[in-house]
Protein backbone atom coordinates (compact mmCIF):
# COMPACT_ATOMS: atom_id res chain seq x y z
CA UNK A 1 0.00 0.00 0.00
CA UNK A 2 1.61 3.39 -0.67
CA UNK A 3 -0.35 6.72 0.14
CA UNK A 4 -2.13 9.18 -1.61
CA UNK A 5 -1.93 13.16 -1.55
CA UNK A 6 -3.95 16.15 -2.02
CA UNK A 7 -7.32 17.35 -1.34
CA UNK A 8 -8.73 13.80 -2.36
CA UNK A 9 -8.00 10.67 -0.91
CA UNK A 10 -8.49 8.06 -3.81
CA UNK A 11 -9.17 4.49 -3.14
CA UNK A 12 -7.98 2.41 -5.98
CA UNK A 13 -9.03 -1.85 -6.08
CA UNK A 14 -8.57 -3.26 -9.59
CA UNK A 15 -7.69 0.05 -11.53
CA UNK A 16 -11.27 1.65 -10.39
CA UNK A 17 -11.26 4.34 -8.47
CA UNK A 18 -13.88 5.53 -5.22
CA UNK A 19 -13.03 8.89 -3.31
CA UNK A 20 -13.48 10.35 -0.31
CA UNK A 21 -13.26 14.10 -1.15
CA UNK A 22 -12.94 16.73 2.17
CA UNK A 23 -15.61 19.71 1.56
CA UNK A 24 -13.47 22.40 2.96
CA UNK A 25 -10.34 24.19 0.73
CA UNK A 26 -8.69 24.60 4.90
CA UNK A 27 -9.09 20.34 5.00
CA UNK A 28 -6.71 18.23 3.25
CA UNK A 29 -6.30 14.23 4.23
CA UNK A 30 -3.70 11.68 3.09
CA UNK A 31 -3.56 8.12 4.14
CA UNK A 32 -3.32 4.49 2.87
CA UNK A 33 -5.26 2.58 0.12
CA UNK A 34 -8.19 0.23 1.31
CA UNK A 35 -9.44 -2.68 0.24
CA UNK A 36 -13.48 -3.18 1.13
CA UNK A 37 -13.35 -6.55 -0.01
CA UNK A 38 -11.14 -7.51 2.08
CA UNK A 39 -12.53 -6.09 5.26
CA UNK A 40 -9.33 -4.29 6.27
CA UNK A 41 -8.67 -1.28 8.50
CA UNK A 42 -6.16 1.68 7.07
CA UNK A 43 -4.86 4.74 8.26
CA UNK A 44 -5.44 8.60 7.40
CA UNK A 45 -4.09 12.22 8.42
CA UNK A 46 -6.56 14.98 8.72
CA UNK A 47 -4.91 18.15 8.63
CA UNK A 48 -7.76 20.98 9.17
CA UNK A 49 -8.14 24.56 10.78
CA UNK A 50 -10.98 25.20 14.00
CA UNK A 51 -13.84 24.96 11.45
CA UNK A 52 -13.30 21.14 11.17
CA UNK A 53 -13.69 18.91 7.90
CA UNK A 54 -16.84 17.31 5.74
CA UNK A 55 -16.00 13.86 4.74
CA UNK A 56 -17.42 12.23 1.72
CA UNK A 57 -17.60 8.79 -0.02
CA UNK A 58 -18.44 9.34 -3.25
CA UNK A 59 -19.37 6.06 -6.11
CA UNK A 60 -17.08 6.10 -9.13
CA UNK A 61 -16.60 3.30 -11.78
CA UNK A 62 -17.70 0.11 -10.37
CA UNK A 63 -17.13 0.63 -6.79
CA UNK A 64 -20.11 1.40 -5.46
CA UNK A 65 -20.33 2.72 -1.63
CA UNK A 66 -23.63 2.08 -0.08
CA UNK A 67 -23.08 2.65 3.36
CA UNK A 68 -21.11 4.20 6.75
CA UNK A 69 -21.17 4.49 9.69
CA UNK A 70 -19.28 5.95 12.78
CA UNK A 71 -17.14 3.38 15.20
CA UNK A 72 -14.90 5.39 17.13
CA UNK A 73 -16.17 9.59 18.28
CA UNK A 74 -12.97 11.61 18.67
CA UNK A 75 -12.52 12.91 22.26
CA UNK A 76 -11.39 16.71 21.10
CA UNK A 77 -15.06 17.36 18.86
CA UNK A 78 -17.59 15.72 17.38
CA UNK A 79 -18.29 13.63 14.29
CA UNK A 80 -21.73 14.11 13.16
CA UNK A 81 -23.05 11.93 10.08
CA UNK A 82 -24.70 14.20 7.97
CA UNK A 83 -25.55 11.88 5.03
CA UNK A 84 -25.67 8.23 4.08
CA UNK A 85 -21.74 8.74 3.08
CA UNK A 86 -21.08 12.03 5.10
CA UNK A 87 -19.51 13.15 8.01
CA UNK A 88 -18.83 16.32 9.70
CA UNK A 89 -15.81 16.74 11.65
CA UNK A 90 -15.76 19.51 14.47
CA UNK A 91 -12.84 20.34 17.02
CA UNK A 92 -14.13 21.45 20.59
CA UNK A 93 -13.82 25.51 20.67
CA UNK A 94 -10.12 26.19 21.62
CA UNK A 95 -8.63 22.61 20.80
CA UNK A 96 -5.70 22.26 18.90
CA UNK A 97 -3.60 19.43 18.23
CA UNK A 98 -4.36 15.52 17.23
CA UNK A 99 -7.73 14.13 17.39
CA UNK A 100 -8.48 10.61 16.35
CA UNK A 101 -11.61 8.89 15.27
CA UNK A 102 -12.89 5.66 13.16
CA UNK A 103 -15.49 5.07 10.46
CA UNK A 104 -16.43 1.88 8.41
CA UNK A 105 -17.22 2.29 4.94
CA UNK A 106 -19.16 -0.38 3.06
CA UNK A 107 -19.59 -1.55 -0.64
CA UNK A 108 -18.88 -3.32 -3.57
CA UNK A 109 -16.31 -3.51 -5.76
CA UNK A 110 -14.96 -5.48 -9.28
CA UNK A 111 -13.28 -8.01 -6.18
CA UNK A 112 -15.87 -8.89 -4.38
CA UNK A 113 -18.37 -6.95 -1.30
CA UNK A 114 -16.67 -5.94 2.32
CA UNK A 115 -16.46 -3.11 4.79
CA UNK A 116 -13.22 -1.36 5.66
CA UNK A 117 -12.53 0.92 9.17
CA UNK A 118 -11.09 3.68 8.29
CA UNK A 119 -9.12 5.10 11.13
CA UNK A 120 -8.32 9.04 11.09
CA UNK A 121 -5.60 11.23 12.55
CA UNK A 122 -7.09 15.36 12.56
CA UNK A 123 -4.27 17.75 13.32
CA UNK A 124 -6.12 20.84 14.15
CA UNK A 125 -4.26 24.11 13.42
Given at each position: ?22 AF????VN ?95
Amino acid sequence: MRPSSGLLFCVAIGGMLGVAAPAFATCSVNGDLFYMHKNDESQHVIKTDHNGCDLSFTTAGKIQFDRAEIVDQPKNGELSKIGVLEFRYVPSRRFRGADAFAVRVCGTTPLGAGCSVLHYTANVR
